[in-house]
């Protein structure tokens, strides 16, 4: 049987547009992966009334109910009084829950007073599963009602996540008598139509697993998802499908399940001991800042240099002025020698030198903003991209992009593939 | 009279969590600051008879629709055509509109070819007002219809922005007899609950203007908002409570009507014709790209150094190999001397340096993951701070947290004030 599942999200401050509501994001993208279909999202405001004309709504178009916020102490359990109403539920008091509120402002509230609002929290429909909060003190809970099943989860999106991975996903896996696997294929060098176009048949034609793109900045994923009896006989729908699809799109795939092209980098420096420096002028620190953005990435980079101004890159980058005064600040040449120096002045394996017009305005070279030049500097040779950046307006795309593709070359520099293929 | 909206999002990536609905948030704002009042958003998928339901129940909840989505080529104008059948309207091809597309495709699409499903995106409800798109080819529009009025804006959240801020708030602004205005008062340095704490009395006695908090990452912002027959009557009862605001907070104010705390530095750098150079450690380079997002910023940034493992440090940025030995990388004397030898290697007038353990390991040096020093060095002098942070366990906010100290000592340096004041 196929579930059909809305996510009622209940909040004022979504309403006034104070956050974005990534709480239903989340528990979207966990329904998607459980085979869940959802057909609707509502955001509803702290107003008993109107969450519970919501709620009847809800009812009449889906047989799982998720609602996120509306747990805290200040409002008075707003959530849980007006789903246990719809459904025709008493709230009661439960001691374990009470006990667990007590000990979290006991052990590690650092001095905050509970307050009676605090033990509110502890009010829940009868009969409910009850699922723990591991970060915060409002639990949440599920309960089934004449074929319908209702989960309500908190607001703050480090609880909700937390308590749907923990608790939601186990309980809402149990109405499903299927294993639900899928693998993420990371891809940088081909744009989402590109990609699509290269696998059109094969998405068609496919109904368990299936395949679907989602594009990212600078980036393409595909999605592969198989429903089966149990996670080896899913893992084999999937297998002949990632063979294929490795087929028709090659080694522009950087990685299954990977977390990011950065990541993807800095592994292969671990796993082969080695290390780069970068020196950036248009991306501005963001190839560091990237790299740094990883816990133990200290072992890979000794660090880099922002040569912004034309005095940096000669003085202390060490690039000749002739480089500069025959081919331009921004030049593949003077990209190749921005690396080479990166190299030298870090004592580093690998240099990374990026040069560029970020825009909005151009730097009276004559060149439009957009232009880039990334270059990666080894032992025995140099390479550099001069990628066709598609919005020469746009500032953040373009650095973006730009950093992208070093990580991307350090990628196939690392594994023995072509680095300069000219893929964009 | 009050008007009351509905925002409707229309697309299947949202409904599985590929996205987050920041269309929905950036439009809740917007009509919050005209004091449109919105109680519902829904999400619904690319599907014409779901979407045509979710009118059918706004209509009756609200007298304003806005949607987002379902405006581009491949859905085959979806949303235009379900709204356009819901308030019996056809849909008539807009020649304008049409020369506008094919204008887009041949002057900045690069390349990309233009289909006949890009031409359909001119198909529009007969007597509506167009909203010309200033970012992609998907034009939007609004019509009133029995007294419901129905906005449609695209998908793509820098065109939806866009135009919503050139088209749909000037429509919706005739919509009513009031002009809404407000201030935005940035501030740095105090925690959200503390600054309501010092304002509670005010806020609460407030009705016209009001004053609302908002956190932001290390940062918190009031609004102050008023409703008015004019601009100057708005700011009129506005100008008192400004000041009130400003007795109450002081020097923790960075700006009214702001951008960012780097922005604001920049301009005060600017303004002063001073350069400010960066020494980084455990920040990675993310002062520097901070720094570098804005336009312009070359002229007042010559560079930075991300000195992120300790040889750099000594040989290449140039800090004393005694002070490290002595102090520790991780201490007061070697973030000022970073910064001051930032200064001295770029030329600058102001050095930064930053120094800390982000985490989520330590050191070795048994100092806790989270601590940090930031160092501002001039002329005749250095400060640095060394603020307490509250979740050690957090990379991301340990990193932007301590970016933030060091924007916040350039502007208090700049302005005059005193910069070591401890106000965490």
Known sequence: MSHTAEIIGVGTELLLGNVA????????????????????????????????????????RADIIITTGGLGPTFDDLTKQALADAFGKKLVYDEEQAEIIKGFFKDRARGMAMTENNLRQAMLPEGCVVFSNGCGTAPGCAFESGGTHV???????????????????????KLSQYEIRSHNIHIFGLG??????????????????????????????LRLTARARSESEAEGLMAPVLEQVKAALGDIIYGIDAQSLENRAVELLSAAGMTVAVAESCTGGLISKRLTDIPGSSEIFPGGIVAYGAPAKTSLLGVAPGTIAQYGAVSRETAVEMAQCARARFGADIGIGVTGIAGPGGDGSGLPPGTAFIALAHEAGAYCRAPSIFRADDRVRMRTFSACHAFDMLRRHLTGLPVEVAVF
Chains 1, 2 share one sequence.
Not at 25 to 44: C, K, M, P, W
Not at 153 to 164: D, V
Not at 167 to 173: F, R
Request: with cysteine; proline share 8%; charged share 25%.
């Open 21 to 60: 509501n990534t709480d239903a994001q989340d528990v979207s993208r966990a329904l998607s992966e459980l085979g869940i279909n959802v057909y609707f999202h509502t955001v509803v405001g702290d107003n008993p009334e109107r969450l519970k004309r919501a709620v009847g709504i809800a009812r009449g």
């Open 151 to 173: 989960l309500m989860l908190p607001g703050p999106p480090r609880e909700c996540r937390a308590m749907l991975e923990v608790c939601a996903v186990p309980y809402l896996k």
């Open 192 to 221: 989402e139509s590109a990609v699509e176009a290269r696998l059109h048949e094969l998405m068609e034609s496919m109904e368990n697993p299936t395949l679907a793109p989602y594009a990212k900045e600078s980036e393409v994923m």
